[in-house]
Each structure stands twice: as structure tokens, then as C-alpha cells.
């Protein structure tokens, strides 16, 4: 599978000089756990909610005054859009991440792919594998009207 599929909504990004306040409000705003901290449209960090809780929050640190990229993990592991879902969930394991920027030719980022969205698209093929088992494994019952007519070898790829 393609990694284009995670590069359908765009990312939220932020540069690494902003304050961690703006970036508070950007994760309440966008409704979501992390930003990618860009320079030149290239990933330069991450910085999550956790992240703020910990360092900035937990140290009882003033948002205002400190900057993001005094809080973001730097140099995060990255995977180009022409690789496969196998390479991205290699690279996740190996570096134990849970999100992962998805870049373009030029390294610019493009996408984002968070360990929640390989959890759905494994949800969604375990759903489909289901179905397809299923289907092959309970066919429909034969009405007994037409018992008499079914040779002995049908009856038997029941069992």
C-alpha cells in the first residue's frame, strides 16, 4: 500500500521559533496531539501535547516565553511518500515512534501518519478479512425441498 493515502488531509505545522502558547492553541484549535515543526517546509522537530505537559507544564515553565523549538523532539525520522505501509511500520518500530512525517522528493513534508491511523487501517482489513472469511466459511443454508437432489460430495464440503 502507498503511503498517499495519509497525505489526503493536510498537516499542521508550525516553525520552531514560535512560542509554545501559540502552539497550545494550535493543538486545541486543530483538535489534535502534535505538530510538525517545519523550516524551509522541512521537518525540523515534533512537538506534542505530551510533550508540553511534561517539560513545560510539569517544570512549571511559562508557556509564552518558551520557544517550541526548546520543547520538540528534533530530527525526527521521516519516510518518503513512495515508500510502503511495510517500510513505514519497519521505520516505526525501529526508532519506537509513533508518528511519522511523510515527505516529498524535496523532503518538504506532506502528510503525517500517527501509529492511531495504522490502528484504524488494521481495524478496517481485519473488518474486510472478516467478511471475506466468513462468507466463505457459513454459506447460506440449503432449503430441504432440495436435500434429495445434492450429491454426496456437496453435503460433504460442509463438514
Not at 520557544?67 to 516505526?92: E, G, H, Y
Request: with cysteine; charged share 25%; glycine share 4%.
Amino acid at each position: 500500500m502507498s503511503l498517499h493515502k495519509f497525505c489526503q488531509r493536510p498537516v499542521v505545522t508550525i516553525s520552531p521559533e514560535e512560542n509554545v502558547l501559540a502552539a497550545c492553541k494550535l493543538l486545541r484549535n486543530e483538535s489534535i496531539g502534535c505538530v510538525v515543526a517545519v523550516e524551509d517546509g522541512k521537518p525540523c522537530g515534533i512537538l506534542t501535547d505530551r510533550d508540553i505537559a511534561l517539560t513545560v507544564a510539569g517544570n512549571n515553565r511559562d508557556p509564552e516565553r518558551i520557544k517550541v523549538r526548546d520543547v520538540m523532539t528534533t530530527n525526527p525520522v521521516s519516510i518518503p511518500v513512495n515508500r510502503k505501509l511495510a517500510d513505514l511500520t519497519t521505520l516505526m518500530h525501529t526508532h519506537h515512534v509513533r508518528r511519522v512525517p511523510i515527505v516529498d522528493d524535496h523532503s518538504k513534508v506532506i502528510g503525517l501518519v500517527t501509529l492511531d491511523d495504522l490502528l484504524v487501517l488494521l481495524s478496517t482489513e481485519m473488518v474486510d478479512m472478516r467478511e471475506t472469511v466468513s462468507s466463505a466459511l457459513f454459506r447460506p443454508p440449503v432449503p430441504i425441498e432440495h436435500l434429495e437432489a445434492l450429491s454426496l460430495d456437496w453435503i460433504t464440503s460442509y463438514l
